[in-house]
């Protein structure tokens, strides 16, 4: 298994050209947080960052290969959100830190997440949002669905507001009658 604390600085190089095209310093998962979708690597020569869809890695051991430069699509200078460092909070309401580490396999899909008093696997998450990553502890499945709301929260027009104030009535109204 890989480590995405090994992966942080690791080197890129452009089989075709001979050449290191920059370092990578994030990475971006797919909607179930099962899978590392793209890897962002900064090219300290040009100052561009570049997103790699893992599905374009050649090789990856102490460095990480490519094909080619054409796999590549510049990206804006961000860091996206990743669930690295997320508080994690299990449906029961015990709190087990922050991520701390990732392992993936050679085709980058997640096989363990960690924090300093729990390791589990990614099909425990049931929601991530906010830097917050819901996991579930217990035996049961629990969809997202089932922590949906069943009523749709009434929305009122500010047209209805307006009409709903003008018949306010005072206390004073409402024994007189």
Known sequence: MKKISNLMGTNVFDISQSKQIGSIFS???????????SLLLADEETDVTYSLPTTKVFSFSSVLMIKNFTTLSVVADTTPDTIMNAKVVSISGETFGN????????KFNITKIHTPKLSFMPQKIVNYASHILIINTQDRVYPLSYFKPSHKAIELSSESKVRALSNIQTPKEITAK
Not at 27 to 37: G, Q, R, S, V
Request: zero cysteines; hydrophobic letters at 30%.
């Open 27 to 37: 990475f971006t998962l797919n909607k179930t947080k099962t899978k590392i979708n």
């Open 99 to 106: 991520v701390d580490e990732i392992e993936f396999d050679d």
